[in-house]
């Protein structure tokens, strides 16, 4: 498990790493890792650890998001409603970042790989089983669902 969720991390986190990954075929590889995650966190169960480690500095990785603009410079700004069975109220509308969301992705998994290679297998696992259901798979299925919704990808 360790090797193959470490191998998956990379693919999804080398986009935000290095700015040279422009094309479609990559926007098809990048949903079909995050798709690829989803399955992960399904098909696992995770092991809790309660100790307390040094925390991830996201403020080191201002850079992610940069490469990932230069990398998706299609994402852009999109609508969700707050309440998704009243489509009809204008005030559940609120526009949210595909890009900002794609970083947090990022930097939610390099916390996760930080927490493996600095602290062992049970606090990344225990990491991904936090940052994925605090908000991490609703960010994933939001941009896979934006990948879908594309018409032009430059």
Known sequence: MNKEFMCLIDKIIKYGLEPNFS???????LKKNLLELILFYENNEFLLDDVEYQEFDRNNHSFVIENLQINFPSFKDYKSFLNSSNVFDLEDVIIKSALEDLNEI????????YNFE????YAGTNAFDFLFSAGMEEKILKTILYINRLKYVA
């Open 106 to 113: 990022v930097l939610d998994l390099l916390d996760v790989k």
């Open 118 to 121: 600095q602290n062992g297998l």
């Open 23 to 29: 094309s479609v075929k990559h926007l098809t590889l």
